[in-house]
């Protein structure tokens, strides 16, 4: 069974930082893409990073410039970098990877609460 732990949520005030970090464990094979969604009070789940197995990264456009997303693929980890975080980021930060262990899947995180507020 693949799992996804996430960690690195919290409170931090406008402008503050944080690194959310997710790591697969499991009986692994390969892991595709890897990304991270959010969703704040009311909002439907919204895409915010995204990142290939080679690389090739995609952002939410309110984030751009802000976030930045990496994998240690030796770890099976991924990362956002967040930098000068706004109110409006509050949100579930969730976790996915395309996992291929004994089939194909999409595993998710069990979300990480960050909070934007002075």
């Known amino acids: 069974q693949v799992q996804l732990v996430e960690s690195g949520g919290g409170l931090v005030q406008p402008g503050g930082s944080l690194r959310l970090s997710c790591a697969a464990t499991g009986r692994i094979f390969n892991i595709y893409g890897m990304g991270w969604h959010r969703q704040g009070p009311g909002n439907q789940r919204e895409l915010v990073a995204t990142?290939?197995?080679?690389?090739?990264?995609n952002y939410l456009d309110s984030v751009k410039g802000r976030f930045t997303i990496s994998r240690d693929n030796a770890k099976n980890t991924v990362y956002l970098h967040m930098n000068n975080l706004r109110p409006e980021d509050t949100s579930v930060y969730y976790c996915y990877a395309e996992v291929r262990s004994m089939a194909t899947m999409t595993v998710w995180g069990q979300g990480t609460q960050v909070t934007v507020s002075s």
């Open positions: 990142m290939s197995s080679n690389g090739f990264t």
